[in-house]
């Protein structure tokens, strides 16, 4: 955004805060919402606890409230759809049916394990712009397992703070190693259920895209790079590769490859069993094969390592996430390139929003959530919002001056990956990891 808008809406921020410590007054959401908020304090405990008595609605849109007529099944669900209050929008929710419902001045706190707290304020002024509201936003943005730390902190002591949560990704990865039965009851107890029924996008979305406590919002398009030196390879003549079995070529033999001390399991699981099945090598015998050829070069992070290959003192790297790779790419002063192979893995829900079980503003993270998936919202990511991309490639781009890195990102022929079905993927991947063949 321009300087000047940021100013604009730093400002209007400023006078309805001023405007809410005069008065004193809370509003009329928070009113309702006061009934509820006590009872959920009162039953909030240990990790395992039941819910709060809200309106969360559950898979098939039913009430986890325990008053509204409502008969509980003993998992959190009900039986029933019945409101708790009297107004309240039934779903299938549109942005529009909830921006009527979501007050000026709606709070709503975003925990994401993005690492970078601006892109969030920015996505809540491209909503309020779009759809004429003014809600704001309290954003607690670090790495994926402080994410989860604090969640189970907060719900621990009786006290969640967030309202949408975002790439919480040891709680995210503790629900898929339970697997699907033991991992969906797991689910429920952190989210709230019937996302993928309960709004208007359940239709309008790819398959696997949502799932009853999940749907993916931004980082659309391939989900793992190449990073390679363009120094390195141009001044040796190497061919930039297509596909990772292109590596087996003589050429590539006896090059510096950088690796974190960090290897995402689910990034070489997916790279092994994809390209080993394309040969005639069992899995880890190619995955193997392939790291035989190359001189592993130890890096602190991805991060160093992108600076690492940038700078031509590695040739690659096996693989990096898109986003985290891009401000790189993009650096005029670094010499690296990132390749898309032919295909590029897609998890399902990259970029997952969930709503808090347990959240203080229920109905303004749905509003948010809802708001975000919408057309103009996401094809203003590419312009308006801080280093992401959206997850919608049904966009009308014309016109939208987009970078030739996030071009041909979104423009990927795509492998897609359920969110169940990536764990096979990590537990290969970990196979390997475990054999020590990624250390320098």
């Not at 309202?163 to 969906?184: H, P």
Request: aromatic share 10%; with cysteine; hydrophobic share 35%.
């Amino acid at each position: 955004m321009t300087e000047q808008r940021s100013a604009d809406a730093g400002r209007e921020r400023d006078e309805r805060d001023d405007r809410r410590r005069r008065t004193g007054l809370p509003s009329r959401r928070a009113f309702l919402a006061t009934g509820a908020a006590v009872s959920a304090a009162s039953l909030v405990g240990c990790l395992g606890s039941g819910p709060p008595a809200t309106s969360t609605p559950d898979a098939g849109g039913g009430s986890t409230s325990g008053g509204d007529g409502a008969t509980s099944d003993g998992d959190g669900s009900t039986t029933s759809a019945v409101p708790t209050t009297t107004g309240e929008p039934e779903p299938p929710w549109t942005t529009e049916g909830l921006a009527d419902y979501v007050d000026d001045g709606a709070e709503v706190t975003i925990y994401a394990g993005t690492g970078d707290s601006q892109q969030w304020y920015d996505l809540v002024d491209v909503i309020n712009d779009e759809f004429g509201t003014s809600i704001e936003a309290t954003v607690f943005a670090s790495d994926g397992a402080a994410v989860s730390q604090r969640l189970l902190q907060e719900r621990q002591a009786g006290e969640d703070k967030a309202d949408v949560v975002s790439v919480a990704s040891n709680l995210r990865d503790r629900i898929k190693q339970k697997g699907r039965e033991d991992g969906t009851a797991y689910a429920k107890e952190w989210f709230e259920w019937g996302i993928d029924e309960n709004f208007w996008f359940a239709d309008a979305l790819p398959e696997k895209r949502t799932l009853p406590f999940l749907v993916s919002g931004f980082n659309g398009g391939a989900g793992v790079v190449l990073p390679v030196s363009t120094q390195i390879f141009d001044e040796q003549g190497l061919d930039y590769p297509e596909t990772y079995n292109d590596l087996f070529d003589d050429q590539y033999e006896g090059l510096e490859v950088a690796f974190s001390g960090y290897v995402s399991s689910g990034m070489i699981g997916w790279i092994t069993r994809y390209h080993a099945a394309q040969t005639d090598m069992g899995e880890m015998e190619w995955i193997r094969s392939l790291m035989d050829r190359f001189e592993v070069v130890g890096v602190n992070s991805h991060s160093a390592g992108m600076r690492e290959v940038g700078k031509g003192n590695a040739a690659m790297m096996l693989y990096n996430w898109p986003w985290a790779a891009a401000p790189f790419v993009k650096n005029d002063d670094l010499a690296v390139e990132g390749i898309f192979t032919d295909p590029a893995k897609r998890n399902a829900t990259e970029g997952g929003l969930s709503i808090n079980r347990n959240a203080p503003h229920p109905w303004a993270a749905r509003y948010f959530v809802s708001a975000m998936l919408e057309k103009p919202v996401q094809r203003r990511i590419l312009t308006d919002v801080t280093d992401q991309v959206p997850v919608r490639t049904d966009l009308d781009l014309s016109g939208i001056d987009v970078d030739p890195y996030t071009k041909r990102r979104l423009n990927a022929n795509l492998f897609p990956i359920g969110f169940w079905e990536s764990a096979d993927y990590s537990t290969l991947g970990q196979k390997a990891v475990d054999t020590g063949m990624f250390k320098p």
